[in-house]
């Protein structure tokens, strides 16, 4: 029978931010991340960081990947969280590494190099139409229901400009037996989810079929890399990840 979450994402990722208890927080920046930008600098066409652009990072957690990106590319950021604590640590780090105003040029005012907000991915993203140029969603999507990805997935197709980026991370079905026995002993009512036993939240795990259904229509799929650490001695080690690099269609 299927489950019902007791908490709510924002409480259980308040308390995390907090304590740890669960997971390993870093500080920082993500390995895969980074490979993404390396292979992007190296493979677009045009430069696709530009000075005083725009990168959005949905589920941005402590700011350990925009903070350092709107530094090093002098690039203005907007950095997405549901947990308020997150977010003060994200600012704190911003203001620690001197990632906070932007100098003004012919083109943008001197104001915040980054906006931090507060909120739930299944809301409208806080920017304009076709406005961003990389779009970042480390291991956040899956905390989404159903009708919310679909959603979500055009919320980022509407802000992301025509041959922008993005960049995308998160747990896939494939070979994960970990993923096969909480889906079948802790089922959510909705098709490849559950509410996970330890930390009582509700999360998905995509599909390759269903990554190329939601995405596909918007943006060119390059590189679809699963990690495999999720086997050790033949047997269920890690959850299984996938990294999708995508390019808006334009």
């Known amino acids: 029978m299927p489950k019902t979450p007791k908490k709510n994402s924002a409480t259980f990722w308040n308390k995390e931010y907090q304590t740890g208890e669960h997971l390993a927080l870093s500080t920082e920046p993500s390995g895969d991340m980074m490979g993404f930008v390396k ?22 957690g402590n700011g350990r990947n925009i903070v350092p990106l ?5 690039m203005r950021g907007i950095g997405i969280d549901i947990s308020g604590t997150a977010i003060e640590q994200a600012k704190e780090m911003s203001k620690e590494k001197g990632v906070t105003k932007i100098e003004p040029d012919a083109k943008v005012v001197k104001g915040e190099r980054i906006k931090f907000y507060v909120q739930d991915l299944s809301e409208k ?11 970042f969603d480390m291991m956040t999507s899956h905390f989404l229901k159903d009708e919310e990805r679909k959603n979500y997935v ?3 197709a509407r802000v992301v400009k025509p041959y922008g980026w993005m960049f995308l991370k ?9 993923a096969i026995r909480l889906i079948k002993d802790h089922p959510a009512g909705e098709h490849n989810s559950y509410i996970h036993p330890r930390i009582d939240v509700y999360e998905h795990v995509w599909t390759d079929d269903e990554i190329i259904e939601l995405f596909a229509p918007h943006f060119k799929i390059y590189k679809m890399i699963k990690s495999y650490k999720h086997i050790k001695d033949g047997k269920a080690y890690k959850r299984r990840t996938i990294s999708v690099y995508m390019e808006r269609l334009g």
């Not at 066409?45 to 530009?50: A, S, V």
């Not at 709107?70 to 002098?74: D, F, L, M, P």
């Not at 747990?171 to 037996?177: G, H």
């Open 170 to 178: 998160t747990f896939v079905l494939d070979s994960d037996a970990h």
């Open 154 to 156: 055009q919320e980022i």
């Open 70 to 74: 709107c530094g090093e590319y002098n």
């Open 125 to 135: 993203i806080p920017t304009e139409d076709a406005s961003v140029d990389v779009f």
């Open 39 to 60: 292979w992007v600098v190296r493979n677009s066409e045009w430069y696709p960081f530009p000075k005083n652009g725009l990168i959005v990072d949905a589920g941005c």
